[in-house]
């Protein structure tokens, strides 16, 4: 009930829609302070299974299929001693793992919960690591600042996707990527494609990883049930199993069914 009015209210203007995805990320970063919840997107995992595993720390293992999906984003440019950017970094273990397996020079966490980025800076100790609070569609940095700009699975929260994009393209160097990932309603896709052919970067790849992200769910469904029911008070249990998009869900179904579709892209601003 509560996670169907959320999505109604969503709907009614893009004010609003960013102004209740901004107060349910503020709640969940108040409500839950566990440094062992770093992630919150729905992962990612090979179709085959003798596909050689990525290699983690042992502490890294909980987290393998979110880690998972970020290797698939980030990893496709080698960002050894570049500057990156993550816009929604969320609870930073994205970020995180950037900066400790693929090794930039410096990464930068921006999220518009305040509450979120405190908990990264207090959680995370890593030289060249930081976060720091704002919006994704009025980015606080200046012109050509950084190499490579992560966004994973949060722009279908923006209230406005254009205004999003021009601030990518504004904030990259020449020559600089743009690796995302996101999943929109299949009536949706046309639009986001339209979207970023008018972004003013290139697009060099585009794969549909919904399949690898249903995979990801069904291997990943036991664990986060039980981290779930831990976590979360009986009241809010229903809709946060929504949100995290366990078996049955609206959203597994929606990915299950292919209402929903999950897409990876990689953007280039020109060199001109």
């Not at 990527?177 to 929109?184: P, T």
Request: glycine share 6%; charged share 25%; net charge positive.
């Amino acid at each position: 009930m509560l996670a169907k009015l959320f999505t109604t209210l969503c709907k009614i203007s893009p004010y609003l829609k960013r102004l209740l995805w901004r107060q349910w990320y503020q709640f969940l970063a108040g409500y839950c302070q566990k440094k062992d919840w770093s992630f919150m997107n729905y992962g990612y995992a090979p179709l085959d299974h003798q596909a050689e595993k990525l290699n983690l720390e042992d502490a890294d293992e909980p987290n393998r299929y979110c880690i998972q999906l970020y290797h698939h984003v980030a990893s496709v440019v080698n960002l050894k001693d570049l500057n990156v950017l993550e816009v929604s970094s969320g609870r930073g273990g994205g970020s995180h793992y950037i900066k400790r397996y693929l090794e930039p020079k410096t990464i930068v966490g921006v999220d518009f919960s305040e509450k979120a980025t405190a908990f990264c800076n207090k959680s995370y100790s890593v030289e060249e690591l930081s976060f720091v609070t704002d919006d994704a569609e009025f980015l606080p940095f200046e012109d050509n600042s950084f190499d490579v700009l992560v966004n994973v699975e949060s722009s279908h929260c923006y209230g406005s996707m254009d205004a999003f994009l021009k601030q990518v393209k504004r904030v990259l160097r020449q020559g600089g990527y743009f690796l995302y990932a996101d999943f929109r309603g299949k009536y949706k896709i046309d639009t986001l494609h339209k979207q970023l052919r008018h972004s003013g970067m290139t697009l060099i790849k585009e794969t549909n990883i919904t399949p690898n992200v249903i995979e990801a769910l069904n291997l990943d469904n036991e664990h986060k049930m039980v981290f779930i029911q831990k976590l979360i008070p009986r009241l809010l249990l229903k809709s946060f199993q929504q949100f995290a998009g366990v078996k049955s869900s609206k959203i597994y179904e929606g990915f299950r069914t292919g209402r929903v579709i999950y897409l990876s892209f990689v953007l280039q601003k020109c060199v001109c």
